[in-house]
């Protein structure tokens, strides 16, 4: 399987020592940055995010997702979503990562199982951020969540042409999907840029390290291999020896699981 990038997660609140940890493993960040530490950004932070880019190694972004809702029916929770993507894209002007990840907001609980309705209520929102990240170079990447099936994503994508990008998480796809995982791969065809990669017992989102939990790795392996795809993959955990561990676990499966001729780590 090859790749663009091999990340592992950084929090804005622990960006130096997050970064360092990173860096002697060969990882680069994906930043994932919460709604109340935008508000008071450290200049610090800001500088080694710059830093980290202009010395010619990727970053990816992690929008805040927490209260959010793209497709808010209730404007004042519609106008606070807005305004905290609109700081990461203004971040993002500063810090040009090579894409931002965003959580969809559907649930189709919230939504009475209505696709049509998110779809409505969210996609000026998307058409927005795609310009923005368009006019900058930043891709902007829609991440399954809660989804079950990926007809909106299509939908979606339908409707925004070739500026959206998509993420596979791992640990969501085996938690909530109630369709294979070719059908995701299908409907994100080569918008497919970023993969999450994490594990869990098929019973909570537990993060796990990959090859730890149920999540059939090689399968994936093989699929994105056959599809041709090169995403961003980064191995999203929350604590470093879960890091290190899925590190060596994802080494093994490009080894023996997954075979490639193309370059690994």
């Known amino acids: 399987m090859n790749f663009q990038a091999l990340h592992g997660r950084a929090a804005l609140g622990s960006l130096g020592s997050d970064l360092d940890f990173l860096d002697s493993h060969g ?24 830093a980290w880019r202009e010395a010619g190694r990727q970053v990816t972004f992690h929008a805040p997702f927490v209260d959010l809702s793209p497709a808010g029916l209730d404007p004042r929770v519609l106008e606070i979503t807005r305004y905290r993507f609109r700081q990461v894209m203004e971040l993002a002007r500063t810090v040009l990562p090579r894409q931002v990840v965003f959580h969809p907001g559907f649930d189709r609980w919230r939504f009475g199982h209505r696709h049509d309705l998110w779809l409505e209520n969210s996609l000026p929102l998307w058409e927005q951020l795609v310009e923005t990240g368009a006019q900058m170079g930043v891709g902007v990447v829609l991440e399954n969540v809660f989804d079950t099936r990926p007809d909106h994503f299509g939908a979606l994508r339908q409707a925004l042409g070739n500026g959206l990008g998509f993420c596979l998480d791992t ?37 796990l390290p990959l090859g730890e939990g149920k999540f059939d790795f090689a399968d994936l392996c093989r699929q994105i291999r056959s599809r041709k795809l090169e995403p961003v993959v980064v191995l999203e955990h929350h604590s470093r020896d879960e890091t290190r561990r899925s590190l060596v676990n ?11 001729e193309g370059p690994g780590l």
């Open 27 to 50: 990882l680069g960040p994906e930043i994932y940055l919460p709604g109340e530490l935008l508000d008071d950004l450290d200049g610090e932070a800001l500088s080694r995010m710059v």
């Open 250 to 260: 994802f080494q093994t499966l490009l080894e023996t699981g997954c075979p490639d």
């Open 171 to 207: 640990g969501h796809l085996l938690l909530f999907s109630e369709v294979p995982l070719e059908e995701w791969l299908d409907t994100f065809g080569d918008a497919l840029t970023e993969l999450h990669l994490h594990d869990n017992d098929g019973k909570g989102d537990l993060h």
